[in-house]
């Protein structure tokens, strides 16, 4: 039997923005390394696993 289960919280404006931030923050790591992967196939036809996604972010 699979059961599912729907949470809600109310976060109080500081915890808001500090969501908001991370969420951001988030967002723009994840773009950044899209954007790699995707210069990276466009250019040599490779694919970049994460290992090797995570090293070019942390140059």
């Known amino acids: 039997m ?5 949470y809600r919280f109310y976060p ?3 915890q808001a923005a500090e969501l908001a931030r991370t ?3 988030v967002r723009l ?3 950044r390394a899209l954007a790699a ?6 250019l040599r ?6 290992n090797a996604t995570s090293a070019l972010l942390t140059e």
């Not at 992967?37 to 466009?42: D, G, L, P, Q």
Request: glycine share 8%.
């Open 2 to 6: 699979k059961r599912a289960f729907k």
């Open 12 to 14: 109080t404006g500081e």
């Open 23 to 25: 969420f951001g923050c």
């Open 29 to 31: 790591v994840y773009n």
């Open 37 to 42: 992967r995707t210069e990276v196939w466009t």
């Open 45 to 50: 036809q490779e694919r970049v696993n994460y």
